[in-house]
């Protein structure tokens, strides 16, 4: 237990940074829990209830925290939902955050569903990277994951954005027994295209999750599989340091392979991450359900901003180790909140 002087004084810091010492500079962003898809891993449950439109972060209240947190060491910033372009008026919202935070890293995680002839415009408005998550390279096996006929849209998407000119990185959550089999498909993607493809280990996230043992494709399966498949060399990074991920050039090929090892290989000791879910709560972890509410602040008339950085710098403070809890408490709901509500 931290003491009330290192606590007082970790509050009073310029910089965002926890009890373990982790600098925070990477915002998660999620503007909607709505979504046009029903991926099993992440919205598995059919008596899913949307949060209240009244209960959801207005655009402005959103740049009021980004504005707040900019000064304090924030470089990165991601956009996420449920599904982000499909509330209404999410072009002018990321022209604001880019106006808000000028030169900061500013990204987009989406489906890729509704993107089509967006990319050009997104462009424009200064995006330059976007992950789009892609399960699947076969039409049926995309439907029964995401309970959605809409495979070619999000495949356009990808060539879209490459087209306009944005970074892209393809997410696939790695699910055995559905989409094991098409790995060398996603090899000769990253092969043919400049492009991360990443795949995510499944992990027990939500009360209601799918997750068990027959769905689990560990990262080490899927690195041992590429391996017979595709040379592959690490890529070393300097002192900025990296995601998550971990990414492998694949010789002769344009794009790079990598694996997020959430599950087997947990990566708490330099998570750099806060989360802003869409109803203005603080998640400091992914797999606690311990939150801090900001919405209540940011609509009263008495608050001040000096009350909004408090709360943000007592979230962090608390931030705790995520693979002690996934150890405490099992490989099956780690926390009761599903992916779409927490923000991707």
């Not at 009244?54 to 959103?62: K, N, R, V």
């Not at 879209?160 to 090899?187: S, T, W, Y």
């Not at 203005?280 to 950085?309: A, I, N, W």
Request: with cysteine; charged share 25%.
């Amino acid at each position: 237990m931290e003491s009330r002087t290192a606590l007082s004084s970790r509050l009073d810091s310029p910089r965002l940074a926890d009890s373990f010492g982790r600098v925070v500079n990477y915002l998660r962003v999620s503007v909607t829990d709505r979504c046009n898809l029903r991926c099993m891993y992440c919205r598995p449950v059919q008596d899913f209830k949307a949060i209240e439109h009244s209960d959801i972060l207005s655009y402005e209240e959103y740049l009021r925290i980004i504005k707040l947190a900019v000064p304090l060491g924030l470089s990165k910033i991601r956009l996420t939902g449920g599904e982000p372009l499909a509330r209404r008026g999410f072009h002018r919202f990321l022209d604001e955050v880019m106006k808000a935070a000028p030169g900061m890293d500013v990204r987009l995680t989406t489906n890729g569903t509704l993107l089509a002839g967006q990319a050009k415009t997104l462009a424009g408005l200064g995006l330059k990277a976007v992950n789009i998550s892609l399960d699947s390279l076969d039409p049926e096996t995309f439907h029964r994951i995401t309970g959605a006929d809409l495979f070619h849209q999000a495949r356009s998407s990808i060539d879209e954005c490459l087209e306009a000119g944005i970074r892209v990185k393809v997410n696939a959550v790695a699910l055995k027994g559905l989409n094991d089999h098409e790995l060398p498909a996603f090899l000769e993607l990253a092969r043919t295209h400049p492009l991360d493809m990443r795949f995510i280990e499944f992990m027990p996230i939500g009360g209601d999750t799918l997750w068990d043992d027959t769905l689990y494709w560990p990262a080490s399966d899927i690195l041992e599989r590429a391996g017979q498949l595709a040379e592959l060399s690490p890529v070393v990074y300097g002192d900025e340091g990296h995601g998550p991920a971990r990414m492998w050039q694949i010789a002769g090929g344009q794009g790079r392979l990598g694996v997020i090892s959430g599950l087997s290989g947990h990566y708490c000791l330099t998570c750099n991450r806060l989360r802003l879910t869409c109803d203005g709560r603080l998640r400091p972890c992914l797999y606690s359900d311990t939150e801090y509410r900001l919405r209540p602040l940011l609509r009263s008339e008495k608050s001040s901003d000096g009350k909004v950085l408090e709360v943000l710098r007592r979230a962090l403070a608390r931030k705790p180790m995520g693979h002690k809890l996934l150890a405490e408490r099992g490989r099956r709901g780690v926390c009761a909140k599903s992916m779409t509500s927490i923000g991707g």
